[in-house]
């Protein structure tokens, strides 16, 4: 069965620091990969999507995720965070097959004034 | 457009009552899905529909049923409710089940005494 790995469960860093969040998974096919955020107290949102093509891509807020397949990662980075990007982040992956979508355990990250 | 809807937002139950967590769409997605997330563990997939008629079961179905008889709408029901469930449920929908997006409904906290 295929897994998805979030190297940290909680992160703190200081405003306009850089993020990085490690997502790697355990599927040896065709992948479709998600970043996900989760504000406090609200639902899910989509930071940004790979399917295929160009595997640096951009998202919302000025995150973007790298996907290297020889890695089996799907790594997220801001260059410089703020108080606002405090939340906790998903990486989350699809076969391709239905309903298939599996989810890290999230990594809570906080940014201090 | 509404989105993903949930109700209620909370809820509270004894051990071996039964309740239904409602979810709806007004974005005429065909596949819906139902999560839910506890701390460290991210969001583990219960119950899916392709489509009207049609269910299958995730990662995490015991204790839990689904039926979809409309497109809009994606019940799930919890027939003896035990403190193991007590987690933030989440629905979720998206147009296409394999590299469409899906849009989170605000989720409901379920508590089992």
């Known amino acids: 069965a295929q897994s998805v790995s979030q190297h940290n469960h909680h992160v703190i860093l200081s405003e306009a620091a850089s993020l990085e969040l490690g997502c790697n998974y355990s599927?040896?096919?065709?992948?479709?990969l998600f970043w996900y955020v989760q504000y406090p107290g609200q639902h899910l949102q989509l930071l940004l999507k790979?399917?295929?093509?160009?595997?640096l891509v951009k998202g919302i807020k000025g995150f973007e995720a790298e996907f290297i397949k020889s890695k089996f990662s799907f790594n997220l980075r801001k260059p410089s965070v703020q108080w606002s990007d405090t939340a906790e982040y998903f990486c989350?992956?699809?076969?391709?097959?239905?309903?298939?979508?599996?989810f890290g355990a999230g990594t809570q990250v906080v940014v201090t004034p | 457009n509404a989105g993903v809807t949930q109700t209620p937002k909370f809820q509270v139950l004894k051990t071996g009552q039964s309740m239904t967590l409602q979810c709806a769409q007004d974005m005429n997605h065909e596949y819906m899905s139902w999560y839910r997330q506890d701390p460290g563990m991210g969001l583990r997939l219960i119950h899916y529909s392709v489509g009207a008629g049609i269910t299958d079961q995730g990662e995490v179905p015991n204790g839990y049923n689904v039926s979809r008889s409309t497109t809009e709408d994606f019940p799930l029901r919890l027939l003896l409710a035990a403190p193991s469930q007590t987690s933030v449920y989440f629905c979720?929908?998206?147009?296409?089940?394999?590299?469409?997006?899906?849009?989170f409904g605000p989720g409901t906290r379920l508590t089992v005494t």
């Open positions: 979720a929908s998206s147009l296409l089940a394999g590299e469409g997006e899906q849009y």
């Open positions: 599927y040896g096919g065709t992948v479709n």
């Open positions: 989350a992956v699809n076969d391709g097959s239905w309903g298939k979508l599996q």
């Open positions: 790979y399917f295929s093509g160009d595997p």
